[in-house]
């Protein structure tokens, strides 16, 4: 083998190399993201995201969006995990397939620390896919909480998403299930996304629901 091919050869095996440790370092660093709670403080994958799987027993990545999902444990602890109806949960997303529902205590909550959190705005989307789980064939309603201020009232939970922009005021949000006595509150998914704060106009009360998200 003459000079010219040793060179190219040796050329191919470090592109190989840097290939393959690149690969093992996207790797590693999907794996901490979504495995490391760190208590209530979640690591994004990009920061100021958090994408909770409300009922999994793992961490994955959805196949359907490439969105890197964690469980909720941890994060909450008065809590029974449900699975939706299989005929009804078929074709949907794979957090919408379980949830967590919350038969003890008026109020749950889930509370979050995304990075860079405090004076930032977050889009905040709550996921729900009743799928008849507890074979009583009735949509529970219930209220959604931001801290202490009332979010909305959970009525159609077949599919649905409620979405607000808010800003936080602290490097915490807490998101509560509130019973109202007209069923069990639940949840099957909970997204925040960072946003650029110059884009959504936030009210007083330092929240805005987004037209045409719902």
Known sequence: MDGAAVAL???????????LASAVLISNSKLTAANDHGGRKLAQEIPGFISIDCGSNEDYIEEATGISY?????????????????????????????LRSFPQGKRNCYSLRPDQGKNNKFLIRARFLYGNYDG??????????????????????????????HLLSTDYIDVCLVNTGQGVPFISALELRRLNNSIYPITAGGSACPKGFW
Do not use: C, H, M
Not at 9 to 19: N, P, Q, T, W
């Open 136 to 165: 009583k064939n009735q949509d529970p309603e219930f209220d959604l909480y931001l801290g202490v201020n009332k979010w909305t009232t959970v009525k159609n939970t077949d599919g649905k998403n409620y979405e607000i922009i």
């Open 70 to 98: 964690v469980t909720d444990k941890g994060l909450i602890d008065t809590r029974v995990t449900e699975i939706a109806s299989p005929n009804l949960a078929a074709g949907n997303i794979q957090p919408l397939r379980n």
């Open 9 to 19: 050869v040796l050329v191919l095996k470090v592109g190989l190399f840097f290939v």
